[in-house]
Nanobody, 115 residues
Framework: QVQLVESGGGLVQPGGSLSLSCVASGSIFSINYMGWYRQAPGKERELVATIFSGGSTNYADSAKGRFTISRDNAKNMVYLQMNSLKPEDTAVYYC?????????WGQGTQVTVSS
């Protein structure tokens, strides 16, 4: 049973930083890409950042210059370092991965940016 489990969400003040982690567990033979999406209340889920098997990355415009995605292939983990957080970054953040040729989602972790 392949699973994605996120951790690291929480409450942070505007301008602060937060780091999210996601671990892929189970029988994993290949990882095409892993990434982060987010969904704010009343809004559609949107891409934040993706990292591909070759190491290339893709960021939403809202994340460029503030967020950094990285991965540890040996541990099947992906990370999202978020700096200069804004109230509009408040959302549930989901890990997504193309593992063994199939798409998987994590259960999500809440990030709240508020003073």
């Amino acid at each position: 049973q392949v699973q994605l489990v996120e951790s690291g969400g929480g409450l942070v003040q505007p301008g602060g930083s937060l780091s999210l982690s996601c671990v892929a567990s189970g029988s994993i033979f290949s990882i095409n890409y892993m990434g982060w999406y987010r969904q704010a209340p009343g809004k559609e889920r949107e891409l934040v950042a993706t990292i591909f098997s070759g190491g290339s990355t893709n960021y939403a415009d809202s994340a460029k210059g503030r967020f950094t995605i990285s991965r540890d292939n040996a541990k099947n983990m992906v990370y999202l370092q978020m700096n200069s957080l804004k109230p509009e970054d408040t959302a549930v953040y989901y890990c997504r991965g193309n593992l063994n040729g199939r798409l998987y989602w994590g259960q999500g972790t809440q990030v709240t940016v508020s003073s």
